[in-house]
């Protein structure tokens, strides 16, 4: 929506900080919100304050190589995903 592909920390931080907003905004207004998006680190999760974390650990590889090595793994999932994709 922001076409803002900033993949740098910084980057990452705002644009986790920009998707709690648009979503906050939603809620606010009586919606239900789901949110699907790579968040990689602890730090971008918790700027992102979430009922339910559902884990779709498919990929081993991202696109991007720089997201897959600073990945961090959840500490707290509701649901756990490490099916491949294509099993569903």
């Known amino acids: 929506m ?3 592909w900033d993949f740098s920390d910084e980057g990452r931080d705002r644009q986790s900080k920009g998707m ?3 979503a906050d905004f939603e809620k606010n207004h009586g919606r239900f919100v789901i ?3 790579v968040c990689p680190t602890k730090a971008t999760r918790e700027n992102f304050d979430v009922d339910i974390v559902i884990w779709m650990d498919t990929n081993k590889e991202e696109r991007f190589g720089d997201t897959s090595k600073l990945f961090q793994n959840p500490d ?3 649901f756990h995903n490490i099916n491949s994709l294509s099993d569903f």
Do not use: G, I
């Open 35 to 37: 949110c699907d998006f």
């Open 20 to 22: 709690r907003t648009l």
């Open 76 to 78: 707290k999932v509701h």
């Open 2 to 4: 922001a076409s803002e």
